[in-house]
């Protein structure tokens, strides 16, 4: 079955710690995103990748990293410099834009929690 | 700067109402529009979606939405909602650049549908 894997689903650290989320698709997609989730805030947008090699900031990518070496694969490292970094986080994965629908998939999310 | 918004943050209605969620984007350029439904402790699910074509797009669960271009609007619409309708709606964008096959999706900060049985 063809989809995007976050793992873990649930996730703690203590403050002060760096903690890298994984988001895994094997849908063959060219662009991957990277979105946090909070309540009253919709979904906001930390990075996305339109290809291996290349990403780009977000609305609030502040504190945040990311890497895309492989097209599968676009990991998401929250540092210590995040101020509020406790969300839920959301990975998403859309085709290229070739006159076709690109509405994205998303994966399960994984909750962060740091104390 | 490029921003989808949403104005209702909560719409409480009574069921076989009408319900019309609006949403606006900011961009210039050629867009893809989405809404998201998430019902109560569950993921995101695409509802509809419009890239091209009749501007009225019809979705899942009696749903409906209509791309006003001139007005950079994507308003969901559904003629009588049910008990079941509550959860928070999403509008998505994905802007597409002209001269490049790349993209970005933002959303807009939800609204919050509640349903009076």
Redesign the interface.
Do not use: D, P, R
């Given at each position: 079955d063809g989809g995007i894997t976050q793992s873990p689903k649930y996730l703690f650290r203590k403050e002060g710690q760096n903690v890298t989320l994984s988001c895994e698709q094997n849908l063959n997609h060219d662009a991957m995103y990277w979105y946090r989730q909070d309540p009253g805030q919709g979904l906001r947008l930390i990075y996305y990748s339109q290809i291996v090699n290349d990403f780009q900031k977000g609305d609030i990518a502040e504190g945040y990293s990311v890497s895309r070496e492989k097209k599968e694969s676009f990991p998401l490292t929250v540092t210590s410099a995040q101020k509020n970094p406790t969300a839920f986080y959301l990975c998403a994965s859309t085709p290229r834009s070739t006159g076709g629908s690109t509405e994205a998939f998303f994966g399960q999310g994984t909750r962060l929690t740091v104390v | 700067a490029q921003s989808v918004s949403?104005h209702n943050?909560h719409v409480i209605l009574s069921e076989a109402a009408s319900l019309e969620l609006g949403c606006n984007y900011s961009y210039g350029g050629t867009v893809?529009l989405?809404w998201y439904v998430q019902y109560p402790g569950q993921?995101?699910q695409?509802l509809l979606?419009y890239?091209?074509g009749d501007p009225l797009v019809k979705g899942i669960k009696g749903f409906e939405a209509e791309f006003i271009k001139s007005k950079f609007s994507f308003n969901l619409r559904k003629p009588s909602v049910q008990w079941s309708d509550t959860a928070e709606y999403?509008c998505?964008v994905?802007l597409?650049p002209r001269y490049s096959?790349?993209?970005?999706?933002?959303?807009?900060?939800?609204t919050r549908l509640s349903i009076r049985p």
């Open positions: - | 949403q943050h893809n989405f993921h995101l695409l979606k890239f091209s999403f998505a994905n597409l096959s790349a993209s970005k999706i933002i959303f807009g900060s939800g």
